[in-house]
């Protein structure tokens, strides 16, 4: 069972991105999903989250310029990421609950970080 990001990259001031990351493995459901992001030098922070039914919760500074949502066929969560900031510069990490085939209980599992560079 593993959580695969993709989409990361340098973008200029008002650029966007999105991110993408795809859950695989034996996984029998998928309960939160959902994006950290940890700037150089700073600890991780919450970007946002999102529940199996489409609740969503973000982090005041992203509020408006960022978009999370989910595809449950596909085990897979999206970031869109607008009006981008130099200050969004940070390693992007995925997170979700997953609960594996022989499994009674939920896991939480992070994926590998992707970098977003947001510069001129």
């Known amino acids: 069972v593993q959580l695969q990001a993709s989409g990361g990259g340098l973008v200029q001031p008002g650029g966007s991105l999105r991110l993408s990351c795809a859950a695989s493995?034996?996984?029998?459901?998928?309960?939160?999903m959902g994006w950290y992001r940890q700037p150089p030098g700073k600890q991780r922070e919450l970007v946002a989250r999102?529940?199996?039914?489409?609740?969503?919760n973000y982090v005041d500074s992203v509020k408006g310029r960022f978009t999370i949502s989910r595809d449950n066929s596909k085990k897979t969560v999206y970031l869109q990421m607008n009006s981008l900031k130099p200050e969004d510069t940070a390693v992007y990490y995925c997170?979700?609950?997953?609960?594996?085939?022989?499994?009674?209980?939920?896991?939480?599992?992070w994926g590998q970080g992707t970098l977003v560079t947001v510069s001129s």
């Open positions: 493995g034996r996984i029998l459901n998928i309960n939160d």
């Open positions: 999102i529940t199996w039914g489409g609740f969503t």
């Open positions: 997170n979700a609950d997953l609960l594996e085939f022989g499994s009674s209980s939920y896991v939480n599992y």
